[in-house]
């Protein structure tokens, strides 16, 4: 019985660990995940910015559902980073790889400051969403301004 245990959890930390990697055949599917994720992604932490910068008028119905999308796609790409995929199509810089520590942090960072953005256009009112925006697009920037070429 032991023996099966440790089998199984063996089975299971693969399962978690590989999923990642082996949902790509190719370098070049990864780099396309990544981007579609972070162009979708975009589009709807953009959705949130015109509200919350005034440019259109304050949904607080679009702003709770576009958040839920933004938060959600913030924690997909990440896995889409793995070996050879630093060539290619991407505006990836090397320090994704060579900083990997630095660049998990601004990315656990984003997904934080996502999480507390999707709570805040759930409160309803447009104050609570422009004070989450502006971190939440600070913690963007970073990322590209450090990892992105533009």
């Given at each position: 019985?032991?023996?099966m245990s440790g089998l199984f959890s063996l089975a299971m930390a693969m399962a978690v660990t590989l999923p990642a990697q082996a949902q790509f055949a190719?370098?070049?599917?990864?780099?396309?995940?990544?981007?579609?994720?972070?162009?979708?992604?975009?589009?709807?932490?953009?959705?949130?910015?015109?509200?919350?910068?005034?440019?259109?008028?304050?949904?607080?119905?679009?702003?709770?559902?576009?958040?839920?999308?933004?938060?959600?796609?913030?924690?997909?790409?990440?896995?889409?980073?793995?070996?050879?995929?630093?060539?290619?199509?991407?505006?990836?810089?090397?320090?994704?790889?060579?900083?990997?520590?630095?660049?998990?942090?601004?990315?656990?960072?984003?997904?934080?400051?996502?999480?507390?953005?999707?709570?805040?256009?759930?409160?309803?009112?447009?104050?609570?969403?422009?004070?989450?925006?502006?971190?939440?697009?600070?913690?963007?920037?970073?990322?590209?301004?450090?990892?992105?070429?533009?």
């Amino acid at each position: 019985m032991k023996r099966m245990s440790g089998l199984f959890s063996l089975a299971m930390a693969m399962a978690v660990t590989l999923p990642a990697q082996a949902q790509f055949a190719k370098p070049e599917d990864a780099v396309k995940y990544r981007k579609a994720s972070f162009t979708v992604m975009s589009a709807h932490f953009g959705r949130l910015g015109a509200m919350a910068n005034g440019r259109v008028p304050y949904d607080a119905k679009a702003a709770a559902e576009n958040a839920d999308v933004a938060l959600t796609l913030s924690k997909l790409p990440w896995a889409a980073f793995g070996e050879g995929t630093d060539k290619g199509d991407t505006r990836a810089k090397p320090e994704i790889w060579k900083e990997s520590a630095k660049y998990k942090d601004a990315a656990d960072k984003m997904q934080v400051e996502m999480g507390k953005l999707n709570v805040a256009a759930k409160a309803g009112n447009i104050d609570a969403l422009k004070a989450a925006f502006g971190p939440a697009a600070a913690s963007c920037k970073a990322c590209h301004d450090n990892f992105r070429k533009d």
